[in-house]
């Protein structure tokens, strides 16, 4: 783990795309029992450090916990912007409400992430060098020896420097067929921790083979596509868009909403429904979305040993929602919508 100690001589060029833990100044912790929920607590800043935690934690024996992701942005302008941070304190809400964990409240959840990139800023790159990433954890800290809601819950958020781009500038998936990230009725949906180990080895497979990474189909019938490991999927075909729909198996990312908008805004036609891997072929171009990989072009798809390639190159529709999202996101297209949150 990298330890930086004068960001003010740091080589922002380094910084890798490949999110490497880097350890910057300050985290926000918050404590809470199960009984007060989170509604007396009041959180810290406390230097960067490891954390103490008893073995009995229900977060390392029943994996009760949820994780967020979101960025802060620094302008030409330098101001630095959070993008819809709220839908992140709602998103963790949702995910506590399913693990039977107490959650921070949005203002609780907005005061944290505030106070954290405050204390944090000299770790925010400059324009164009990359964001800051902020994961903001929610966890059954308390001790519990048999299965079930531990008895305390602690809320932290630590910060660390990202690079811009996805090393390639695009990625080609692996349709897998074999394991499945989410079932009907499971916690697909939720930013629950235990979604992503079980999927490690499809991923580590895939990247052995050349892949950047897998793709996901339902569950049910293998016949759906649903979304990467920590990514949404988009196909394009002429003027319309399609992602598919919150079947409740696929994570509701804050980016595929913001693209979805974007597009409609931009006089493409979208739709939020089931799609084929059939359709997933025939696509003019294909592309992810996510907090970290932003709005990625998809160069491949490989399915039963088939290669489809996409378009991505010219004058393509990832590249304009693109713009226009890092254009709201770094202050530089006007924010009509109320979209990012100023840090003062
Ligand atoms: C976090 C995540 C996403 C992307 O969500 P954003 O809010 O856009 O960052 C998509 N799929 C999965 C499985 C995720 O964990």
Redesign the pocket.
Known sequence: MEHITESNSYNWDKLRTDYNPVATDYMYIMNCSKEDTFKLSEGNLTPYGNIQISPFAGILNYGQGLFE?LKAYRGEDNEIRLFRPELNALRMQKGAERLCMPSPSVDQFLDALKQTVLANKRWVPPPGKGSMYLRPLLMGSGPTLGPGPAPEYTFLIYACPVGNYVKAGSVNFLIEENVHRAVRGGTGNV?SISNYSPVFKSSCDAKAKGFSDVLFLDADTGKYLE?G????IFIAKGNLISTPALNGNI?A????RSILEIAADNGYQVEERLITVEELLDADEAFC???AIVVTPISSVTYRGKRVEYRTKGATTFKKLCEILVGIQTGAIEDKKGWTVKIA
């Open positions: 992701g930013k979304e490991p920590t990514c949404n994570l990312g804050n980016t595929r979305t996510g907090t």
